[in-house]
């Protein structure tokens, strides 16, 4: 255990999310990709990056109690389909079980390593809140500043980018929560 409180295994696995998201930089889906059926890929930043124990977790946690998962997607939103390892809407769940869900402006404040949330636009009948996840690189005082996601792009695929949220852009309005891997 370090004197600030947090252990040396937080800190190493803060890292290696951070390691990871920045090696997915750059990844572009092709056009065939389907966010339901498609295997998981570096479009999934946050369950790449924290493979394979973050699957594994919310797995386990699928298997203790179905309910919540369920009711969040239905009878199809189980570990058995890829999508349920895609939804930021079942990461969030899964963190907020756990109580490493912080809504924006909690404490801790954000750091490089921590999952970040988005809820980017209405998207009608389909907006699910959260409805994307990423990887935080970097932060400075009270907020996160720059962040791995995934993006659509205008070839009906998916792009990994590394954004910079700047006060009141887009970005920054949709930032909503964020939080430690278990």
Same mark, same amino acid.
């Given at each position: 255990?370090?004197?600030?409180?947090?252990?040396?295994?937080?800190?190493?696995?803060?890292?290696?999310?951070?390691?990871?998201?920045?090696?997915?930089?750059?990844?572009?889906?092709?056009?065939?990709?389907?966010?339901?059926?498609?295997?998981?890929?570096?479009?999934?930043?946050?369950?790449?990056?924290?493979?394979?124990?973050?699957?594994?977790?919310?797995?386990?946690?699928?298997?203790?109690?179905?309910?919540?998962?369920?009711?969040?997607?239905?009878?199809?939103?189980?570990?058995?389909?890829?999508?349920?390892?895609?939804?930021?809407?079942?990461?969030?769940?899964?963190?907020? !079980?756990? /109580? =490493?869900?912080?809504? #924006?402006? &909690?404490?801790?404040?954000?750091?490089?390593?921590?999952? +970040?949330?988005?809820? @980017?636009?209405?998207?009608? !009948?389909? /907006? =699910?809140?959260?409805? #994307?996840? &990423?990887?935080?690189?970097?932060?400075?005082?009270?907020? +996160?500043?720059?962040? @791995?996601?995934?993006?659509?792009?205008?070839?009906?695929?998916?792009?990994?980018?590394?954004?910079?949220?700047?006060?009141?852009?887009?970005?920054?309005?949709?930032?909503?929560?964020?939080?430690?891997?278990?």
């Amino acid at each position: 255990m370090s004197f600030h409180g947090l252990s040396d295994a937080r800190k190493s696995r803060r890292q290696h999310l951070v390691t990871a998201a920045r090696a997915m930089v750059g990844f572009t889906s092709n056009s065939n990709f389907d966010p339901i059926h498609s295997d998981l890929c570096p479009i999934d930043v946050a369950m790449v990056a924290g493979s394979p124990w973050l699957q594994d977790a919310m797995q386990r946690d699928f298997q203790k109690s179905p309910e919540g998962y369920l009711k969040i997607g239905g009878g199809a939103n189980t570990p058995g389909r890829n999508y349920f390892f895609r939804s930021s809407l079942n990461l969030a769940h899964y963190m907020k !079980r756990q /109580n =490493f869900y912080l809504p #924006r402006g &909690g404490h801790p404040l954000p750091v490089p390593g921590m999952i +970040a949330f988005f809820d @980017v636009g209405d998207r009608g !009948r389909y /907006n =699910f809140i959260p409805d #994307r996840s &990423g990887i935080i690189i970097e932060a400075q005082r009270t907020r +996160a500043t720059r962040v @791995v996601v995934s993006q659509g792009n205008s070839k009906d695929g998916y792009d990994v980018k590394l954004i910079t949220i700047s006060r009141g852009s887009d970005y920054d309005r949709d930032f909503i929560g964020y939080g430690d891997l278990p």
